[in-house]
């Protein structure tokens, strides 16, 4: 996978500013506001800064945390897991492997009746789906 490369003013100048602030700032939507929190259709989840895979929708399932949740990435090089310590407490941000952008977090052991018991809690602005 090539990886994608720009400058801050050229991400500046591709994104909204909303999707600046979460992609590029490591930001975060407000719960239950994004476009894919309960959508159901069928497709693939791709980043909405330079088009990567990320999730398939049959991975993707109701958490009830406000944000679309998944058990898996699409391949498990899609997107890379980097340990993050900004609010005080320890958790497991996902970035997009091709493009560097930040995409949410992951967490695992919540009891989720999933085949792997993690919850790749993810923002609906960093996505673009593609309906099969």
Same mark, same amino acid.
């Given at each position: 996978?090539?990886?994608?490369?720009? #400058?801050?003013?050229?991400?500046?100048? +591709?994104?909204?500013?909303?999707?600046?602030?979460?992609?590029?700032?490591?930001?975060?939507?407000?719960?239950?506001?994004?476009?894919?929190? +309960?959508?159901?259709?069928?497709?693939?989840? #791709?980043?909405?800064?330079?088009?990567?895979?990320?999730?398939? #929708?049959?991975?993707?399932?109701?958490?009830?945390?406000?944000?679309? #949740?998944f058990y898996q990435p699409s391949e498990s090089d899609a997107v890379v897991l980097l340990e993050d310590r900004s609010l005080g407490t320890i958790r497991t941000e996902v970035r997009c492997a091709r493009c560097d952008s930040h995409l949410g977090h992951v967490f695992h052991g919540e009891g989720y009746p999933t085949p792997t018991d993690d919850r790749y809690c993810i923002n609906s602005v960093c996505l673009t789906l593609l309906p099969e």
């Open positions: 996978m090539d990886k994608v490369v720009k #400058s801050e003013a050229q991400w500046r100048e +591709q994104l909204t500013p909303e999707e600046y602030h979460v992609l590029r700032e490591a930001g975060t939507e407000r719960a239950w506001t994004g476009e894919y929190v +309960q959508t159901k259709t069928a497709g693939v989840y #791709s980043c909405r800064a330079c088009g990567a895979e990320l999730f398939r #929708s049959a991975t993707k399932f109701d958490s009830h945390c406000g944000w679309p #949740s």
